[in-house]
């Protein structure tokens, strides 16, 4: 719906969605997704690539000037890291990045008119600042969540001390 939006308001847009359904009760959602695709006629505006091996999934962070991960885990995800890594925005409605991505780029729900908004904020951003922003996010994800540091904090967790 935000890219209806868009897109009727003159601006260019092109969405592609990658992935699959991983469990059973997801395959009625990406069902659901083709449907309003081709209710809205966004059929030449959305693309859905289907299942990507993980060895080729930065490819399309790398290309995208922005990521959209609406998910509401509440913890920190892998849907979000992944591009930050890559230096691509993100969008998320995943209140866990509070204070990790500026604060316009963490929307509430699935608010497709918040999603717009913040998706017109994004491309607004001039290229040096997005520039900018994508190195900040990418050294946010080196720094914390790199795996030698998700190593540290559950040996930590475990009491048992990091060996030299």
């Known amino acids: 719906k935000a ?18 359904p991983g469990l ?9 997704l083709q ?28 290309e995208a000037d922005l990521a959209v991960s609406l998910s509401g885990t509440g913890s920190i995800d892998k849907a979000v890291l992944e591009p930050m890594a890559c230096g691509c925005p993100v969008i998320t409605s995943n209140q866990a990045f509070h204070g990790v991505l500026p604060d316009s780029f963490v929307i509430r729900g699935n608010d497709f008119r918040a999603l717009r908004a913040a998706i017109e904020r994004a491309r607004a951003l001039k290229a040096d600042e ?22 540290e904090k559950i040996i930590s967790a475990c009491g048992r001390q990091h060996p030299a």
């Open 130 to 151: 997005r520039a900018a922003l994508g190195k900040q996010l990418r050294e946010i994800v080196v720094e914390r969540h790199a795996l030698e540091k998700l190593a």
């Open 3 to 20: 890219a209806d939006e868009l897109r009727r308001a003159g601006g260019q847009i092109a969405v592609t969605i990658v992935g699959g």
């Open 35 to 62: 449907i309003l695709t081709r209710r809205l006629e966004l059929d030449a505006t959305v693309r859905f690539a289907g299942p990507v091996p993980n060895r080729e999934v930065a490819r399309y962070y790398q």
């Open 24 to 32: 059973p009760q997801h395959q009625a959602y990406l069902e659901n």
